[in-house]
């Protein structure tokens, strides 16, 4: 399995302001994701980043809405640009591993969109 | 149509019962399955993967149909740490992009 922290866990922003969430995985990774969660649903899949390449986004999400950083094979961060309170949502990021490819989720970042 | 189709429940049952979910997925070139677990306020955690020939993991047991791309969750002598939301999540190969159900609502009561 993998250990996966997020900083923050919470956060309550003004709109039209970013946010840079953090995601430590304790061992070195190939591709890490990153998921929204809006209230009541289930998990949408923003992009895949891996390390040394640009990210790879979902149809619906854009890289300036969403930039991705991916500097090393342990770290990974996620910015909310210009939000909007349609974007007040839990932010999950995941690590895959293992022979069978499992993803593995951080403890989520909620944020709250005024 | 959604991807992955699952029926949201709740599915309120006694301690000690069996329940079963159902999920349907639409890309027949899926090569992958699980079911994770979703605690209210946490991530998902995976519970099992579902194979072919199907498995089972203590209560739990997980079947594949892939002509009628179908999977299913068999939960037996339900406890109140079961409750939970069950999250059906495919595959579909590529870069490895998983696919969640809305998930599953289970509510188990005393």
């Known amino acids: 399995s993998a250990v996966i922290s997020q900083k923050p866990s919470r956060d309550i922003c003004q709109r039209g302001t970013s946010l840079t969430i953090q995601c430590q995985v304790d061992?070195?990774?190939?591709?890490m994701f990153w998921y929204r969660q809006q209230p009541g649903q289930s998990l949408t899949l923003i992009a895949t980043?891996?390390?040394?390449?640009?990210?790879?986004?979902e149809s619906g999400f854009v890289i300036d809405k969403f930039p991705i950083s991916r500097p090393n094979l342990t770290f990974s961060t996620l910015t909310v640009s210009n939000m909007s309170p349609e974007d007040s949502s839990i932010y999950l990021c995941?690590?895959?591993?293992?022979?069978?490819?499992?993803?593995?989720f951080g403890p989520g970042t909620r944020l709250l969109v005024l | 149509r959604k991807e992955v189709e699952q029926d949201p429940g709740p599915f309120n049952v006694p301690e000690g019962a069996t329940v079963a979910f159902n999920c349907t997925y639409s890309n027949s070139a899926s090569q992958s399955f699980f079911w994770y677990r979703q605690d209210c306020r946490k991530e998902p955690k995976l519970l099992m993967s579902v194979y072919s020939s199907g498995n089972e993991d203590g209560r739990f047991t997980a079947q594949l149909n892939r002509a009628s791309q179908y999977i299913s969750l068999l939960i037996r002598d339900s406890k109140l740490s079961d409750s939970a939301t069950y999250l059906c999540v495919v595959n579909t190969g590529g870069y490895n992009k998983l696919i969640f159900g809305a998930g599953t609502r289970l509510a188990v009561h005393p």
């Open positions: 980043a891996n390390q040394g390449s640009e990210a790879t986004y």
């Open positions: 061992s070195q990774v190939t591709m």
């Open positions: 995941s690590v895959e591993k293992g022979i069978q490819e499992t993803q593995y």
